[in-house]
């Protein structure tokens, strides 16, 4: 399977807790995304790469939210002192980059659960 | 400050029938308008895509129309059929994806 995975699948944790998240991109994309859906609307853009560099960050990505791309492949969003309203799919996803338009692949996405 | 709207949240039809999906924008420079397309489980997968400079973007039972001076893209699909049945996202693209709310289809047989 040569698509976005994202571990875990699903994430219970206790408000306060830190969690993180893992994202494998598409093997040739230098475009990594995180993306947040909360029921009922649509995913909200957090962060993206361009290889390893974070390009642009949502206002939404408060200070307890940290996402890495430490060799442009692989990715990881941490969430520190975790609150209930983090409660949520946590998307991610990856395209080429190397064009004007660049088509995005998601991933199945993480659900948290904040206790 | 929602820049994409999709102001029906859900749309039931028969198989065999048309579909159509809705979207309003609010900003007249945005250039590249996509649908995608969410199953239960499953991250969002590109549907169809359509640039500024277009009216309409036809692919197979998937037709996406632009009308830029009312600032409204309506997706068709005909005929529609039951593994159609899926939420449906209006965005834009500028780099990063601007979401509308989604649209739950159900057709059914």
């Known amino acids: 399977d040569t698509g976005v995975s994202q571990d875990p699948r699903h994430k219970i944790t206790k408000r306060g807790q830190n969690v993180t998240f893992r994202c494998d991109p598409i093997?040739?994309?230098?475009?990594l995304y995180w993306y947040r859906q909360t029921l009922g609307q649509g995913p909200e853009f957090l962060t993206y790469?361009?290889?390893?560099?974070?390009?642009?960050k949502s206002r939404l990505l408060s200070d307890r939210f940290s996402a890495e791309r430490p060799k442009g492949s692989f990715s990881t969003l941490e969430i520190q002192r975790t609150e209930q309203g983090d409660s949520a799919m946590y998307l991610c996803?990856?395209?080429?980059?190397?064009?004007?338009?660049?088509?995005?692949?998601f991933g199945p996405g993480t659900r948290l659960t904040v206790l | 400050d929602q820049q994409v709207k999709q102001n029906s949240p859900s749309l039931s039809v028969q198989e065999g029938r048309i579909s159509i999906l809705n979207c309003d924008y609010t900003n007249s420079m945005f250039d590249y308008f996509l649908w995608y397309k969410k199953y239960p489980a499953e991250g969002p997968t590109f549907l169809i895509s359509?640039?500024?400079?277009?009216d309409k973007n036809e692919d197979g039972r998937f037709t996406v129309f632009l009308n830029k001076s009312a600032k409204h893209l309506s997706l068709h699909i005909v005929p529609s059929q039951p593994g159609d049945s899926a939420v449906y996202f209006c965005?834009?693209?500028?780099?990063?994806?601007?979401f509308g709310q989604g649209t739950t289809l159900q057709v059914k047989p």
């Open positions: 093997s040739e994309h230098n475009r």
């Open positions: 965005d834009v693209e500028m780099g990063k994806l601007i």
């Open positions: 359509i640039s500024s400079i277009k």
């Open positions: 996803a990856s395209s080429h980059g190397l064009a004007d338009y660049n088509e995005q692949f």
């Open positions: 790469f361009q290889n390893e560099a974070q390009l642009e």
